[in-house]
C-alpha cells in the first residue's frame, strides 16, 4: 500500500499539538468539535476542485433501490478520489476490496463511507420501526440500534439510511412502517435514541455507525398516501409537525440527514432551500452532511424545475444537498458549475466539510478496514436473540381481550390435552415477519409461530393442529374446509393473518386497508364454528379490522415482530410475557377516514368537544363528520390494553395560573402529577401519558397533544406517584406571527391511558 501524506501531515499536527499542551486531542468521534475542524482544513487545502467534488459522489453497488443509473467504471472513479461514498456493500469482503482501491489507489487516499439501510436491524432483526414505536420505550429503540450498529460495522458498514423520522398520518402510505408513527413528541424521542444507539457514545468507536435522520422533509404527507407523491403543508404544520423529529436527531448528534423524493409546496425537498439551508443549517446550526435519497437529484427534472442535468446539479447543490446518491450529476457538473461561478466556491468547501468531518469523527482514516470474518460471516447470537424477543414482546398491542367463559381469553389456559389450532398464511411465513428491509437477515435464523407454538405444545402435551387456509392475497376458499375442520377439533383458535412482509414500505402504498385476499371471509368462516378466536395481525400499517374488532374476542396488533416472532407471540398468548404495547397511529375504521390522527384541530363544529367546549348545542347535523361513518378511529393513539388493569387518579398541577413570559424566558415551569395504580391481579406495565390543549391562543391547537410519557411495571395493587414537568419546550408552539412561543390562554392537562381518555385539570396562562 503506498503512503499516505494526508494522514502523515495530519499525525504530524496532532504530536505538535499534544506537545503544545501535554496531552493528545481526540481523534475523532465529534464530527463538531475544532479537533475535527483543524483536520477538515489540513485536508481540504490539498484537494483539487475535481477531488472536492468527487467526495459528493455516492455509487450504488449490489442490491438495488430504484432505477439505477449504470457507472461501469466505477473503480476507476474511486481510485481518482472521484467516490465518496458506496451504499449496498454489505460485507467486510466487498467493503474492503472498495477501501484499498481508494486508499491504495487516490491521489489522497480518502476513505470511502459506506452505507446502508440498517433500518430494523442488520443480521438480528428486531420488529419494524413501527411496532418498535409502540413499546413506547426509546430505551429500547436505542439498544436495538446499537445492536445493529454493532453488526453493520463489523462488515465496514459505517453508516445507516436511519432513522426514519417521518411523522405518517396516513396508513395508505406504506412506508409508515419504518417510522415512529403520527406523533412530532413521541417521534422526537424515538429519533433521539436511535442516534444515540447507532452513534454511540463515540462516532469513532468501531462499533459505531454515523445515522441519517430521513426523508427531510415532509415525505410522510404524500397526497393520497401514495409513495413519491406530492405535500402540500404549511410552514406552521412543516416546523410544528413534520420537523421536529428532525430537529431532535441533528440536536442529539445525528452526522447526516437525507433529503426526500417530494416535493413540498412545489419546491421538491431535495432542491428546497427554505429547509435545507435556512432551517437546517441557518437555524440548527446543522455541521454534517445531507445526502439526496436514491436519484432525487436526477428526479427533479421529471418534477419540472430543470430541463437538463446541470441545472438539476444547480438547484440541488446550491439548495443544500451535499451528496448526489446514484444519480452521478454532482460528478459531471458541479466543477464546470464552480469554475463559471454558478456554484460559489466556498458552498463547495461547505459540502465537502460536512462530508470530511463525519469522516474523520468515524474514525475512518484510522481505520478504513475491517476484519474479515471466517467465510459463513456474521452469526446470530444468544444476545441478539434475547434483544430480538424482548423488543417483539415490547412492540404488541393488545386491541381486545373479551370474556370468554369466566375469564378474558387471554393469556390462554395452558394444560395437557388442551387441544389447539393454529390457522392462517402468516403462521408459517418466515420471511414475512421481518417486513420491508430485511437487510442480511438468514431465514434459517427466523422462528414462526408455527414452529414456537409447536415447540411448546408438544412440550404441553396440547395437541396442535395447524391449516394455512387462505394465502395473504387468497381468492380461493379451497383451504376453508381443512381449516374449519381443525377449527371445530379444537378448544381454542389462533389466527395469524395479515399482509405480507413486502406490503408495506417503500413503493407499497395501498388504496385498501382492509385484511387483504379473502382472508376476512376466512376469519368469518373460523369465527362461526363458535370456538373462541385469537386473532394474530401482522401488517406494516393500521388494518381496518371493524368486523374483527366487533367479532373477535381477543386481538393482538404484531406488526412484523423480527425473527423472534414465534417465540415472542407464545410467552405473550400463554402470558409469560405481557402485552404493553400502545398504539402509536390511530387505526381507522375504514380507509375513507384517513388522514387520521388524534391531534387535529377542534373545527366551529366539532361533532364532539373533548372538553365539552365551542359550540354550546352542537348541532347533530351541521358538524364535521361523515353522515355514513363516525369520526373516530376504531383504536386511537396511545390504545392498548393489558392483562391487568390500571386507574389513574384526578391530575394535580402546581400552580392554577403561570405567566407565559416567564415560561418563554425559561424561568417558569409547572409540574403536573398523578397515580397510577394497578387495579389488577396481575402485574404489569402501564405507558402513562400526558396530554395538553392550549386555548385563547393566536391560532388554533389541536384538541390534544402528547408532551409527556412514562412507563411504569406495577405489581398487583400497587401504585406510583408520577411526575411530569411542562416548560418552554412543551409549551411553545409556532403562533400567528410564525414565533415559537408560549402565549397566554388557558392550558388543559390530562394525564391518562391514552389519547380519549382522563380529564383535564386546568392552568391560566398570564401575561
Ligand atoms: C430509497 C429510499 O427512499 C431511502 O429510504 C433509502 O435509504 C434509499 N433508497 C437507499 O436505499
Known amino acids: ?49 475535481e477531488e472536492k467534488v468527487g467526495q459528493l459522489n455516492q455509487l450504488s453497488t449490489g442490491s438495488l433501490s430504484g432505477p439505477k443509473q449504470v457507472v461501469d467504471n466505477g473503480d476507476e472513479l474511486i481510485r481518482k478520489g472521484w467516490v465518496g461514498g458506496i451504499l449496498n456493500a454489505v460485507t467486510a469482503q466487498e467493503t474492503n476490496i472498495f477501501q484499498k482501491e481508494a486508499i491504495g489507489g487516490s491521489r489522497l487516499h480518502i476513505p470511502i463511507l459506506f452505507g446502508l439501510d440498517v433500518i ?9 420501526p413501527l411496532g418498535l414505536s409502540a413499546s413506547w420505550d426509546p430505551d429500547l429503540a436505542e439498544q436495538t440500534a446499537r445492536y445493529a450498529a454493532q453488526e453493520a460495522s463489523s462488515q465496514g458498514v459505517r453508516w445507516t439510511f436511519s432513522p426514519m423520522v417521518d411523522i405518517a398520518r396516513d396508513p395508505r402510505w406504506g412506508r409508515i412502517a419504518e417510522g415512529a408513527g403520527e406523533d412530532p ?48 403543508i404549511s410552514e406552521r404544520t412543516l416546523r410544528g409537525v413534520y420537523l421536529p423529529p428532525f430537529h431532535a436527531a441533528v440536536e442529539e448528534g445525528a452526522g447526516t ?35 439526496s435519497d436514491w436519484t432525487a437529484v436526477r428526479e427533479v427534472m421529471v418534477h419540472g424545475i430543470a430541463d437538463d442535468a446541470r441545472t438539476a446539479a444547480l438547484k440541488c447543490f446550491n439548495a443544500g444537498v451535499d451528496m448526489d446518491m446514484e444519480s452521478n450529476i454532482f460528478l459531471n457538473n458541479i466543477a464546470e458549475l464552480v469554475r463559471a461561478g454558478r456554484v460559489p466556491a466556498s458552498r463547495l468547501d461547505e459540502a465537502v466539510r460536512g462530508i470530511l468531518r463525519v469522516k474523520f469523527a468515524l474514525g475512518l482514516f484510522e481505520h478504513p478496514y475491517v476484519v474479515e470474518p471466517a467465510a459463513s460471516g456474521l452469526a446470530a447470537t444468544p444476545a441478539g436473540d434475547a434483544l430480538a424477543r424482548r423488543a417483539a414482546e415490547e412492540s404488541f398491542v393488545l386491541l381486545e381481550n373479551r370474556m370468554v367463559g369466566d375469564g378474558p381469553l387471554l393469556p390462554l389456559a395452558a394444560g395437557p390435552g388442551r387441544k389447539i389450532a393454529l390457522i392462517g398464511p402468516l403462521a408459517d411465513s418466515a420471511t414475512d415477519m421481518l417486513g420491508s428491509w430485511s437487510c442480511q437477515a438468514v ?66 402504498s395501498r388504496a385498501h386497508l382492509n385484511l387483504p385476499g379473502n382472508q376476512e371471509k376466512l376469519l368469518e368462516a373460523i369465527v362461526a364454528t363458535g370456538k373462541p378466536v385469537v386473532l394474530v395481525v401482522f401488517s406494516g400499517r393500521p388494518l381496518s379490522i371493524a368486523w374483527a374488532s366487533a367479532h373477535v374476542p381477543a386481538i393482538i396488533m404484531a406488526w412484523f415482530p423480527g425473527m423472534q416472532a414465534g417465540p415472542a407471540l407464545v410467552r405473550t398468548l400463554f402470558g409469560e410475557a405481557e402485552p404493553a404495547g400502545r398504539l402509536t397511529v390511530s387505526i381507522p375504521r375504514t380507509v375513507g377516514q384517513v388522514p387520521i390522527y388524534y391531534n387535529h384541530l377542534n373545527t366551529g363544529r366539532p361533532r364532539v368537544d373533548p372538553i365539552g367546549m365551542g359550540s354550546d348545542k352542537p348541532d347533530p347535523y351541521y358538524v364535521t363528520g361523515y353522515i355514513d361513518e363516525a369520526n373516530t378511529p376504531l383504536y386511537p393513539f396511545g390504545y392498548g390494553l393489558s392483562y391487568t388493569s390500571f386507574s389513574f387518579s384526578p391530575v394535580e398541577v402546581s400552580a392554577a395560573s403561570v405567566s407565559a413570559s416567564a415560561i418563554n424566558k425559561g ?18 406495565t402501564e405507558t402513562a401519558q400526558l396530554y395538553i390543549r392550549l386555548r385563547g391562543t393566536s391560532v388554533a391547537r389541536p384538541v390534544r397533544e402528547l408532551k409527556g410519557f412514562q412507563r411504569v411495571h406495577l405489581a398487583p395493587g400497587e401504585s406510583r406517584h408520577l411526575e411530569f414537568r411542562l416548560a418552554r419546550d412543551e409549551l411553545a408552539f409556532w403562533n400567528a406571527d410564525m414565533k ?16 380519549t381518555q382522563g380529564t383535564p385539570a386546568k392552568v391560566e396562562l398570564t401575561e
Open 1 to 49: 500500500m503506498q503512503r499516505k501524506p494526508q494522514l502523515v501531515l495530519v499525525l504530524g499536527w496532532l504530536m505538535a499539538l499534544a506537545a503544545q499542551t501535554g496531552r493528545l486531542p481526540a481523534q475523532g468521534g465529534d464530527f463538531r468539535s475544532t479537533q475535527t475542524e483543524a483536520r477538515v482544513d489540513a485536508l481540504l487545502a490539498q484537494m483539487t476542485l
Open 120 to 128: 430494523h436491524g442488520f443480521r438480528t432483526l428486531f420488529p419494524i
Open 185 to 232: 413528541y413521541l417521534g422526537s424521542a424515538f429519533a433521539r435514541a436511535y442516534v444515540r444507539g447507532y452513534q454511540g457514545l463515540r462516532l469513532d468507536d468501531p462499533a459505531s455507525i454515523v445515522a441519517c435522520a430521513k426523508h427531510f422533509v415532509g415525505y410522510g404527507a404524500v397526497e393520497g398516501g401514495r409513495d413519491y407523491n406530492s405535500t402540500e
Open 257 to 291: 440527514l437525507m433529503s426526500a423524493f417530494n416535493a413540498i409546496n412545489g419546491v421538491p425537498s431535495s432542491a428546497n432551500a427554505f429547509t435545507l439551508t435556512q432551517v437546517l443549517r441557518k437555524e440548527w446550526n446543522f455541521r454534517g452532511f445531507v445526502d
Open 443 to 508: 431465514s434459517g435464523d427466523m422462528v414462526t409461530l408455527r414452529s414456537a407454538l409447536s415447540k411448546r405444545a408438544s412440550s404441553g402435551g396440547m395437541p396442535l393442529s395447524f391449516a394455512r387456509g387462505t394465502d395473504v392475497s387468497g381468492t380461493t376458499d379451497s383451504g376453508f374446509p381443512e381449516a374449519v375442520a381443525a377449527a371445530m377439533g379444537a378448544d381454542v383458535v389462533v389466527m395469524a393473518l395479515g399482509e405480507s412482509g413486502r406490503s408495506s414500505g417503500e413503493a407499497s
Open 667 to 684: 424561568e417558569s415551569q409547572l409540574t403536573v402529577s398523578a397515580d397510577v395504580r394497578n387495579t389488577g391481579s396481575r402485574e404489569g
Open 740 to 755: 415559537d412561543v408560549a402565549e397566554p390562554g388557558s392550558l388543559y392537562v390530562w394525564v391518562a391511558s391514552d389519547s
